[in-house]
């Protein structure tokens, strides 16, 4: 069974006037099947937690322990945590010119699985990913998010998570610049993933809307780099009706 523990995780970030804490302390268990939401106000953590997981130089771990089946990810380079099966959907997926979606899926499994997928069948999974972003064959010559749109890029990332296959995806506000057609799109991806071995989701946003289509068995309210208050779907509906006023009241 797959589990990724946070163990009173702290980070921090440089600046200017120097060290600055991100992350006070957090504890999260995400274990295979689960999908867990973490929502919140500006500058509570929760895209740096995203990125801590996966390993961006950025961050600084001071303390606390993230481990992946038993193994210790802060001791993994960013490509051994891909290895080891985490994925991270980012927020701003950034423009590769010159490398074609194609090029680089099959360079990204190949380094995933440690071989490279055989060319006649990957062709067809590709194409199969694909279509089911609704995105057409010829999209995979493109170079990878130059010049595509918000749902383009979102919905590529889901295409990735597909092929890929990791144990866990972190999606790191997978649903912002979505329409309401792109956001079910993407909502089906991420349900047909979930749903595949008993995958674990950590799926970061600040909006109800996608929690529609991707029902959250844990809703972690993130404050002032804690979590704040966890608890069912329900959490999430009395953030929408009353928004993060009493959790921050509660952190000041």
Do not use: C
Request: charged share 30%; proline share 4%.
């Amino acid at each position: 069974m797959t589990k990724l523990e946070i163990k009173d995780l702290h980070v921090q970030v440089s600046t200017e006037d120097g060290p600055k804490e991100i992350l006070k302390g957090v504890t999260l268990t995400i274990n295979g099947g689960e999908t867990h939401a973490i929502m919140g106000p500006n500058g509570s953590g929760k895209s740096t937690l995203a990125y801590s997981i996966a390993g961006h130089p950025r961050y600084e771990v001071t303390s606390g322990t993230v481990t992946l089946d038993g193994e210790d990810v802060l001791e993994m380079s960013v490509d051994e945590r891909a290895r080891a099966g985490l994925f991270l959907a980012m927020q701003y997926p950034v423009e590769v010119p010159g490398v074609s979606v194609a090029n680089f899926l099959r360079t990204a499994k190949t380094a995933v699985d440690g071989e490279a997928p055989k060319l006649r069948t990957w062709i067809k999974e590709v194409n199969g990913a694909l279509e089911k972003m609704n995105l057409d064959p010829t999209f995979s010559q493109r170079s990878v998010n130059e010049g595509f749109s918000g749902g383009e890029k979102k919905r590529h990332e889901i295409a990735q998570l597909d092929l890929l296959d990791p144990k866990v995806a972190v999606l790191d506000e997978t649903d912002s610049g979505l329409d309401i057609d792109a956001l079910k799109v993407v909502s089906d991806g991420v349900n047909r993933f979930r749903e595949r071995d008993a995958k674990g989701v950590l799926l970061i946003t600040h909006y109800t809307r996608i929690l529609r289509y991707i029902r959250p068995d844990r809703v972690h309210v993130f404050v002032a780099g804690r979590v704040a208050e966890s608890g069912g779907p329900e959490l999430a509906e009395e953030l929408e009706a009353n928004g993060y006023d009493r959790f921050l009241k509660a952190s000041v």
